[in-house]
Structures are given as C-alpha cells and as structure tokens.
C-alpha cells in the first residue's frame, strides 16, 4: 500500500487505510491502559482503537471518537467500519446505554504514573484529577516569567520562594512588586510613570473627544446645508405656485369685469330695443285709430 501524510490513500485494505490515516492525526481517545478490567469492543472508536471520547455514532452503529470521524470525513464519505455512505450530518450521540456504560468503566487517574493510586468510574475521574496532588500544574506567576511546572502538593511551598512572587509596595504607592525588583523599586518613579500615562491618556480621550464632537458638527452642518437646499427648493416652488395663482386670479377678475361690462352694454341695448319697440306700438295704434 502506498499512503501519503495529507489523508490521500492509494490502494490495500480499509484497516490499513485507518491505521495511515490515524498516524496523520492528532490522538483522541482515552487510552486503553488506563482501564481496569477488559472493556467492551462496542466502547473503543473504530479509529483509534481507545475508549471513546466525546462519542458520536453514525446510522449503521458503529461509534466513534468525535476527532477521529471528523477528521476521517474531511477526506472520506464513507463509514471506515462497512463503507456504509456517511457524511457530518448523519452523526448522532452514542445511544444511552452505551453512554452508561462507558460513564461505569473504571479508569485509573491520569497522574498514576506519577504515583497516583486513585481509581474511580469514568464519570467522576475529572473531578478527582482536577484536585489531585500529584497532577502537573504550571506555576500561577508564569505570566510574569516563571515556566516551572509541578505538582500541585508543592506549588505553596513553591510560591513562599518563586522569585516571580509579588507583594504589595510598603512604601505607600499601591503597587504589587515582584520580589526580584524590590530593591529597585522607586514609588515616585513608578507614580511619575503613572501619571505620564494618565496624562497621556488623558490626551488621547480629549483629542478623541474633539475629533468626535467637530465629526458630529461637520454632520450636523452638512445635516443644515442639506436642509437649508430642500427647504430652498420648497420655497422656490411655493413661488412658482404662487405666481402662477396669482396670474390665473388676474386672468379671472379681467374675464370678470369683462362680462360686467358685457351685460351693462346688452342691458342698455335691451332698454332701447324695448323703448323703439314701444315707440313702434304706439306709432301703429294712432294710425289704427286715424
């Protein structure tokens, strides 16, 4: 069989394939030697060959370490137990008898190599090797430059001499000063410090504080700018109706004095008819009667 390391194989039997695939990739599973007792084939990852850890299960039964089947399905489609099509989504929590059964398993603490005789069922051992005193702390002063790691039962006796430790300054600056430095430690240099720092940043805010409130009146400005343009606009349109009203209002009192006149002219016209007519009438009976 030929296999290359970036999870691409060629050829030769499935478990042969796993076992390549699982030498590229990070170990999952609870190791197998710290059980007591045999444990049960259906609790070991198809993978990796350890007690599960953080199980998943896919349709056709087989159960896996969640590390190792994803890993696997980043190059695969299928199940490495049957070749049954498999992909992320079809994965599903272990059923819970399984789950209670794993949870049972006896299993050494993970510090028995160094000494720890402690045993307890899978479900609580975190517990314990949370708090256990031969466990592998770092010390809590690494932040400041101590890279020791030890056991937990020494760390306090550690601590009264880690040359990273550090104390409240006496001195009255407020400070906690690493025991290393206490001789070189100057509380007016160390406030001076501060209050260069303090000023600083008292610069900064202020410049900040500046630049936000000529930000806000350049927006408020052109906020103005903007509306002094619409309300322009309105005006100038307000006027353009309003002419325009104006001329028809012209228009309509010419047409109005027009048609007064018009009438006075036919009303007079309608006066002399009547008065010929009349004239007439009277003209036609003094003959009839002549």
């Known amino acids: 069989m030929e296999a290359n390391y970036d999870g691409i194989f ?3 039997t499935l478990r042969t394939r796993i076992a390549c695939y699982y030498i590229c990739q990070e170990r999952m599973g609870i190791d197998l030697d710290r059980f007591e007792g045999t444990v049960k084939d259906g609790l070991l990852c198809s993978i ?3 007690v599960l850890e953080d199980p998943l299960q896919a349709p056709c039964e087989h159960a896996f370490c969640s590390t190792c089947i994803r890993g696997w399905l980043v190059h695969e489609r299928f199940c490495p137990e049957d070749r049954q099509p498999l992909s992320d989504s079809d994965l599903r929590p272990i059923f819970r008898y399984m789950r209670n059964d794993l949870q049972c398993l006896l ?18 051992i ?33 601590l009264s001499t880690c040359e990273f430790r550090s104390s409240l300054c006496g001195g009255g600056c407020g400070y906690s000063v690493l025991d290393s430095e206490r001789e070189s430690h100057s509380c007016i240099s160390e ?6 720092i303090l000023r600083s940043d008292m610069v900064c805010k202020v410049e900040e504080i500046r630049q936000d409130f000529k930000t806000r009146l350049d927006s408020q400005r052109a906020d103005m700018v903007e509306q002094k343009s619409v309300f322009q606009l309105q005006l100038d349109q307000f006027k353009s109706v309003t002419s325009q009203l104006q001329h028809k209002i012209r228009v309509l009192h010419a047409l109005e004095t ?14 002399d008819i009547i008065s ?8 036609n009976k003094d003959d009839l009667g002549a």
Do not use: F
Request: charged share 30%; with cysteine; glycine share 4%.
């Open 10 to 12: 060629v050829g030769e």
């Open 48 to 50: 990796c060959r350890d």
């Open 107 to 124: 299993i050494h603490c993970i510090n028995h190599d160094n000494g720890c005789d402690t045993v307890q069922t899978l479900e609580q």
């Open 126 to 158: 975190s517990y314990h090797e949370n708090e256990c005193s031969l466990g592998q702390i770092q010390c809590p002063n690494h932040s400041k430059g101590c890279s020791l790691v030890l056991a937990r039962h020494h760390l306090n006796s550690h």
């Open 191 to 196: 406030l001076r410090t501060e209050l260069d």
């Open 258 to 271: 027009k048609r007064r006149r018009d009438l006075e002219r036919l009303e007079i016209e309608k006066k």
């Open 276 to 283: 010929t007519l009349l004239s007439a009438l009277t003209d």
